[in-house]
T-cell receptor
Framework: NAGVTQTPKFRVLKTGQSMTLLCAQD?????MYWYRQDPGMGLRLIHY???????AKGEVPDGYNVSRLKKQNFLLGLESAAPSQTSVYFC?????????????FGPGTRLTVT | QQQVKQSPQSLIVQKGGISIINCAYE??????FPWYQQFPGKGPALLIA?????SEKKEGRFTISFNKSAKQFSLHIMDSQPGDSATYFC??????????????FGKGTLLTVNP
């Protein structure tokens, strides 16, 4: 049981380049989330998904797109990277319903945009 | 609008001491209050959580105290150890499927426990 995995672990982009971050979970969780973590800012929700084929905006969605074509995968895309998107990105997942609130986090992707 | 305010930003404690981190919230719809622990280079992991029907929850050396009327909750780490050195985040979530159980996080507290 790998839990939540993220690919890649590190990436350096030039301004204007695009990339996709992959999140995968093997816990059959319905809900998946993408966060960014910046020093002194905590974790801020970018986009989330409540099930396969669904996506919704979070607190800081601008400059990002997401897709959830398969239940186990949640992709985060940057179409034209900007230095302000330099951050550590975390994916999380959880079961549906009120039975269990816990979100399980991946190990993160450190992205630098120069 | 920051819905969960966490303090202090950083905390230094001696081994064996008590670490206390405080959080305050504004949204009265919140009814799940977890604390996450994050070690350098790792993702956050759930440490302990509380629902507002109790005022305190204890798991080993970690205790959450909850004050519903004041809209405040805190994490107490008893007998703090160097291995507790990490960043701690409080969070809150409404108990509503319509909210999609989204967590709102505090900004984090960097705890250093000196040996």
């Amino acid at each position: 049981n790998a839990g939540v995995t993220q690919t890649p672990k590190f990436r350096v982009l030039k301004t204007g380049q695009s990339m996709t971050l992959l999140c995968a979970q093997d816990m059959n969780h319905e809900y998946m989330y993408w966060y960014r973590q910046d020093p002194g800012m905590g974790l801020r929700l970018i986009h989330y998904s409540v099930g396969e084929g669904t996506t919704a905006k979070g607190e800081v969605p601008d400059g990002y797109n997401v897709s959830r074509l398969k239940k186990q995968n949640f992709l985060l895309g940057l179409e034209s990277a900007a230095p302000s998107q330099t951050s550590v990105y975390f994916c999380a997942s959880r079961l549906t319903g009120a039975a269990s609130y816990e979100q399980y986090f991946g190990p993160g992707t450190r992205l630098t945009v120069t | 609008q920051q819905q969960v305010k966490q303090s202090p930003q950083s905390l230094i404690v001696q081994k064996g001491g008590i670490s206390i981190i405080n959080c305050a919230y504004e949204n009265t719809a919140f009814d799940y209050f977890p604390w996450y622990q994050q070690f350098p280079g790792k993702g956050p992991a759930l440490l302990i959580a509380i629902r507002p029907d109790v005022s305190e929850k204890k798991e080993g050396r970690f205790t959450i105290s909850f004050n519903k009327s004041a809209k405040q909750f805190s994490l107490h780490i008893m007998d703090s150890q160097p291995g507790d050195s990490a960043t701690y985040f409080c969070a809150a979530s409404p108990n509503s499927g319509g909210s999609n159980y989204k967590l709102t996080f505090g900004k984090g507290t960097l705890l250093t426990v000196n040996p």
